[in-house]
């Protein structure tokens, strides 16, 4: 067992403490998440084609349409900061100085996440895909914004795609800042919806969790499904 070297007694190492105080207290760190009204998709229809149908094909439907736990900013932050995931699935993390355990498979259970099967898809197993591998989802661009118009923006997508795009950063990979643009995995995300491709969600949220605490220039997402794994210590 490693002595505790912070001098917070919120934290084990002088490392997690530093992490906290100079990355996570200094920008807006916790994303809003939100949860889907489908009866308010389906009763508009018109104004959200195919939505609702593209989420229940990929098998998440259910998942966001969760109403979804209040949750405390520090709590969350805290766990960003002290949190570990062990190859053997093993989750521990620290919450106001006191040491708690889990595994993925309870959280998973805590949060009703889909179940994973072996041929879902990983959304992290390919590279980012680049802008202009979303050519096919755009109409026709006018002729007035044809120059200044880029691939990636999310003016002129497909109708359907604008609302399964905001859809899913605030609920299943979510974005902080420019909602304007689709960049990085988000856009590797919005394909498995536009062909509709099931996907390992436990293993999105656990693998985005991991790159935010590796990436200092990201924001802590999916604030609701953490506190509900708090909660349950």
Known sequence: VRRSTAVDY???????QDFYETVLLDKPIVCEMRWVDWKYIDNNEDHFPGVHESFRLNGVDTFV???LTKWNDELIMQFYSTAHFYPDEKIVWMSEGTRYQSTVAEWAKLINAPEEHEDDLDVYAK??????????MYKEIPDATLESHKYGSIYYLLSG??????????????KFGDDKMIRGHSINLLHMFDVPEKFKVMT??????KRTTADQKRSCGYA????????SK
């Open 161 to 174: 795609l604008p609302t399964i795009n905001t859809i899913l950063r605030h609920t299943l990979l979510l």
């Open 10 to 16: 919120r934290f084990h190492t002088k490392e997690q």
């Open 224 to 231: 609701p499904h953490i506190q509900m794994l708090i909660n």
């Open 127 to 136: 590279p980012r895909k680049g802008h202009n591998s979303m050519a096919h």
């Open 65 to 67: 349409g969760q109403k």
């Open 204 to 209: 999105l949220i656990v693998e985005t969790i």
